[in-house]
């Protein structure tokens, strides 16, 4: 039972051969002590049914799956969009271990982030010390021009005050003075990845501008500010720079990871590559405007950006879709006074072709999605334009507010006339609902596998085929560089969600001689 050098394999196919079947039987019948088939079967099928769900949707004390990552995670990504910045994590190391593995798997890249390894003594002491010392020692080894702090639970709980830890590390001489730190608290055990986003665009924001507003005047530099979220679609900074390019228009993206998420292999390892510069962060409440692009998420930053600098932020919703990227490219022409090119409106023209074109295939087809809020509402909008029929809409950290604006949009077409939308929920739920409401296809990011897999094992019948859209997608490569916002995105999704269609009816007429009805080469 060993390998060979020459013919070195993975799990799969290694566990197919014989020896091996046999080992993982005998090890399962020696050790683990498992029910038997047929019980698990039962139980099984028992989680599949409407008595089932009532019990789970009743569950209070427990969340199975959970749709969301934790706050500093988000915090690190809002970091990694500055300018020659590290991302600081005020806690445990195991912590931050996971927020790099988890982007190590999605963006396929190294992620700069540390922390001060916090551990037992800190826990009881407080972590000041090992403040003072990872301070010190993350700006000599990886010479960044700006450490961004956050938080994990550890240092929450015990309470731990970054703006007199970061300040004594500056008074005791560990960095200097006028280097810049901002800083974010964020607990994990409230709120979750886009509220540490917010947190921590807000802590930068306050960093550099709270205390240097005396010569700042509204539209004097003639820009607008896009405030991204936290947004792991490449594509999507990229179409915004694009967009802005294309219609002549001054702006300042607010946190952009883009390069540093994407570096060639050339053969130059880059530590920091791109990002928004301090000095444009600065200038910022100088623009004409501030767009959040991700409205939902973010709270604290708008409420900032509004006292602040005294920008009304325009109303807007996350511009997926056809309608909504309308919305957004008409206000950046009536902020700007630039219009809307030719190229912006041929690119609006494609969008639609491809939505009549492929309308007869996505009319009536039933979507099941989770994931953040403003995702959530994008898609569900998305659908509803396609005629597609959202069954269940599932965001496990937005608030009722949203929850009544999703049911106001959905009222509005007759293609929402069957969509729940559910919060605070997790992906167990998710999964009854899969099995009891029965969707042809559910949206969301890599953990839908399972379910998709639940659904088969039940039957080849109800299987019900997962569309990767959403974050973190860690079973497919290169997904996290295309776009879902504007009309470039909108023109993603809709090849995406239709060709999940016709190859699941490809799947489903290919029997020979059974099921080929049409012998259709062309759909
Ligand atoms: S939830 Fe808290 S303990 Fe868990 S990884 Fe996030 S910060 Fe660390």
Redesign the pocket.
Known sequence: MSQEVENIQPSYPLFRNDEYKENLSTKREAYEERHPQDKIDETFQWTTTEEYKELNFNREALTVNPAK?????GAVLCSLGFEKTMPY?H??Q???A??RTYFNRHFKEPIACVSDSMTEDAAVFGGQKNMYAGLENAKALYKPEMIAVS????A?VIGDDLNAFINNSKKEGYIEQDFPTPYAH????VGSHTTGWDNMFEGIARYFTLNYMEDKEVGSNGKINFVPGFETYLGNYRVIHRMMKEMGVDYSLLSDPTEVLDTPADGEFRLYAGGTTMDEVKDAPNAINTIMMQPWQSVKSTKFVKNTWKHDVPKLNIPMGLQWTDELLMKVSELSGKPIPESLEKERGRLVDMMTDSHAWLHGKKFALYGDADYCMGMTKFLLELGAEPTDVLCNHANKRWKKAMEKMISESPYGANTTVHISKDLWHFRSLVFTNKPDFMIGNSYGKFIQRDTLYKGEEFEVPLIRIGFPIFDRHHLHRMTTLGYEGAIYMLTTLVNAVLEQLDKETRGMGTTDYNYDLVR
């Not at 938080?151 to 550890?154: A, E, P, R, V």
């Not at 964020?186 to 055990?189: L, N, R």
């Open positions: 990552a934790c706050q500093p995670l994590v806690g445990s195991g912590c931050v996971y927020f938080t994990t639970c550890m929450e964020t607990p994990s055990f």
